[in-house]
């Protein structure tokens, strides 16, 4: 009785180790600190098992009024795919169009601390984890029932997958909003590109910060392009 009661725990480690599941979030960013924050809501989805994850978003089509600066607008614009090794923590995408070459993040590791509170999301208990990342404070959910270290974006590294995201000062939240188990493929499409790292990125981003600052647009007129997304660029 016990080697059959063995059996089948083993049987349901493996079965829990080996699934591959399919996250849908939804994200906000509304960075209105100052005139160098970001505003980026999407539509997300996650797929992803123990060993990868391919993390695919689209801006929403959206109208909002934020508070006395009138309506912002955001439309639906091309996918924005992120690819990610779990096992290395490596990251793949396209950066803010600074560069022909996508960036590979080999740096993105991120220091959770594990917190006492718990909630319940999508019906799978979660357990809080905190950290601060490149610029943000943050209090993530993850739920040790699906134990596949992943989440949206770059968020990953805790005993669970990642159901929700919010930064300390509320301007960014990514909460999931269902959870399948899926048999899609999980690709890297950045496979056989050249990449720049991650502090290549950064050099590009701020020269390109400094070249929209310093054009001249007319008397009394100024262009910029925001500091920071979730992730700071310039300091």
């Known amino acids: 009785m016990k080697e059959k009661i063995l059996f089948v725990l083993l049987l349901l480690h493996a079965f829990l180790h080996a699934q591959k599941v399919k996250v849908h979030y939804d994200s906000y960013l509304i960075d209105l600190k ?20 391919l993390y ?9 009024t934020i508070l006395d600066s009138g309506e912002y607008s955001s439309k639906k614009s091309d996918p924005f795919f992120l690819y990610k090794k779990l096992k290395t923590q490596e990251a793949c ?17 991120i220091n959770w601390q594990i917190g006492k509170e718990t909630k319940t999301l999508l019906g799978y208990h979660c357990n809080q984890a905190v950290c601060q990342w490149r610029g943000r404070s943050y209090t993530a959910f993850y739920t040790p029932d699906i134990p596949i270290s992943s989440g949206p974006y770059k968020f990953d ?7 929700e995201i919010n930064s300390e000062d509320k301007e960014v939240r990514i909460i999931a909003r269902a959870i399948t188990r899926t048999e899609e493929k999980i690709t890297n499409p950045f ?16 020269k ?9 647009l007319g008397e009394h007129t100024t262009q910029t392009i925001p500091k920071r997304y979730i992730e700071t660029y310039v300091e």
């Open 157 to 163: 590294g805790l005993p669970g997958i990642i159901l």
């Open 208 to 216: 390109k910060f400094e070249d929209f600052r310093n054009l001249s």
């Open 34 to 53: 100052d005139e160098f924050g970001g505003i980026n809501i999407i539509s997300a989805d996650l797929i992803t098992d123990t060993n990868e994850a």
């Open 191 to 206: 496979s056989e590109k050249q990449t720049i790292s991650w502090q290549e990125f950064l050099k590009l981003y701020k």
């Open 93 to 109: 995408y396209f950066g803010q169009s600074v560069h022909k070459n996508p960036v590979k993040d080999t740096d993105y590791k």
């Open 56 to 64: 695919i978003s689209t801006t929403k089509d959206t109208v909002f």
